[in-house]
């Protein structure tokens, strides 16, 4: 069975402003894994219940997928009870996947198990994939001869353009667009909030909460072949 891992933040603010998981970042994967028969742990870095930022459940951004999560009763029992990222074997998972929200840019950063898991996937040639500010996660990691992870690759993320229209370019640790560039990536992005993902080899990125769906596609059609 093929074996993916679900990452959520465990941070509930940045810098002073409540956050958490971007919830339709985890729903739409959560279902879409699920359905092709894959066994989907959530995780996050300190394990245990996963704060979920309350302006994913308003009314414009409470997508179907967000829906059918919270009233499902196992879903809502998975978040409240995530695995710790120390205690996953990384060799027995064919993909992680790297949630968003703006608590990603207090605990996906700089974290030393986290970025240990990804280059563990990466240099296994299995999938590593990241949506909407989880890219932040890659800016740490390298590939076996040193280099970015990122360098040369076709990726995408939340933009710096995204970041400045919610005004909360001050308070992140940096813009991941810009970050992501300096880095030598091949830095690709749709027009503010519309669907973008990417695919180099087996590095999938999305956008934003608008490209869950195509993100979480991709992966499986790597995982299909």
């Given at each position: 069975m ?11 603010e ?9 919830l ?18 959530l ?19 409470f ?8 009233h ?29 929200g703006?608590g ?16 563990t996937?990466?240099?296994a ?5 990241a ?7 890659l ?5 076996s ?46 027009e ?22 195509a993100?979480?596609?991709a ?7």
């Amino acid at each position: 069975m093929v074996k993916v891992v679900l990452v959520c933040t465990s941070a509930p603010e940045l810098n002073g402003h409540p956050t958490g998981l971007w919830l339709e970042e985890c729903a739409t994967p959560y279902y879409a894994f699920l359905e092709k028969g894959y066994e989907v742990i959530l995780a996050s870095p300190a394990g245990g219940a996963v704060p979920i930022d309350e302006n994913s459940l308003g009314d414009e951004y409470f997508t179907d997928a967000s829906k059918k999560f919270m009233h499902d009763a196992a879903a809502v029992a998975a978040l409240c009870h995530t695995k710790k990222l120390d205690d996953i074997d990384w060799n027995s998972v064919d993909a992680i996947y790297l949630a968003g929200g703006h608590g990603a840019c207090v605990d996906f950063v700089d974290n030393p198990t986290l970025k240990s898991a990804i280059e563990t996937i990466y240099a296994a040639d299995k999938v590593v994939a990241a949506d909407c500010h989880g890219p932040i996660a890659l800016a740490q990691c390298k590939k076996s001869d040193g280099t970015p992870l990122v360098q040369g690759k076709s990726v995408t993320a939340y933009s710096d353009s995204e970041e400045y229209a919610m005004q909360l370019q001050d308070a992140v640790p940096f813009l991941i667009e810009s970050r992501f560039k300096e880095l030598g990536a091949k830095f690709e992005k749709a027009e503010d909030f519309h669907s973008r993902a990417c695919t180099d080899n087996n590095i999938v990125t999305g956008q934003n909460p608008q490209s869950s769906s195509a993100c979480a596609s991709a992966v499986i059609d790597i995982l299909s072949h």
